[in-house]
T-cell receptor, first 112, second 111 residues
Framework: DAGVIQSPRHEVTEMGQEVTLRCKPI?????LFWYRQTMMRGLELLIYFNNNVPIDDSGMPEDRFSAKMPNASFSTLKIQPSEPRDSAVYFC??????????FGPGTRLTVT | QKEVEQNSGPLSVPEGAIASLNCTYSDRGSQSFFWYRQYSGKSPELIMSIYSNGDKEDGRFTAQLNKASQYVSLLIRDSQPSDSATYLC???????????FGTGTKLQVIP
């Protein structure tokens, strides 16, 4: 299996621009998770989906963040408008039956 | 009180020694426990999972769980410089598979 795939791997954008991060989970996994990692706050869960349905989005920082999972093999995390404090590494992870999570390589976002 | 607590370290051990990493959690209803290893600039990698009290061994790694004390640990025997990384403890509790991560312990294995 190819594992969890994320794109882009690096993103540099200017404040105010829209940013879209993409994730393809491992085939057959029914849960998908978006995390953000910074030195200050560690690994934070933003939102997770079960069978394509958002279950808990309490970790989404504010309305500028949105996530979708239109089908079992694709999810997006969008930030609009982006701000410098959004700079972080964003990870997508997937799991089967909610136990062991497997992480993608991450997207390093820099907002200038 | 944080839901999952770890000492941030760094924990320094000489090559060949046993490294002991500890984690405590606050939710008594927690069901499943995981250890992830994260090398600098890389994504977390699952190395151990444990679901019941006691020890679980996998090669040089042993996970220990004590639900009464709300404590989980990871032992690394015969530590190697390649084990130098940050180790994240993760706890699954509640419904719908929500996993909470600790902030991680940085391990340094000195040759």
């Amino acid at each position: 299996d190819a594992g969890v795939i994320q794109s882009p791997r690096h993103e540099v954008t200017e404040m105010g621009q829209e940013v879209t991060l993409r994730c393809k989970p491992i085939s057959g996994h029914n849960s998908l998770f978006w995390y953000r990692q910074t030195m200050m706050r560690g690994l934070e869960l933003l939102i997770y989906f079960n069978n394509n349905v958002p279950i808990d989005d309490s970790g989404m920082p504010e309305d500028r963040f949105s996530a979708k999972m239109p089908n079992a093999s694709f999810s997006t995390l969008k930030i609009q408008p982006s701000e410098p404090r959004d700079s972080a590494v964003y990870f997508c992870a997937s799991s089967s039956q909610g136990y062991e999570q497997y992480f993608g390589p991450g997207t390093r976002l820099t907002v200038t | 009180q944080k839901e999952v607590e770890q000492n941030s370290g760094p924990l320094s051990v000489p090559e060949g020694a046993i490294a002991s990493l500890n984690c405590t959690y606050s939710d008594r209803g927690s069901q499943s426990f995981f250890w992830y290893r994260q090398y600098s600039g890389k994504s977390p990698e699952l190395i151990m999972s444990i679901y019941s009290n006691g020890d679980k061994e996998d090669g040089r790694f042993t996970a220990q769980l004590n639900k009464a004390s709300q404590y989980v640990s990871l032992l690394i025997r015969d530590s190697q410089p390649s084990d130098s990384a940050t180790y994240l403890c993760a706890v699954l509790s509640g419904g719908y598979q929500k996993v909470t991560f600790g902030t991680g312990t940085k391990l340094q294995v000195i040759p």
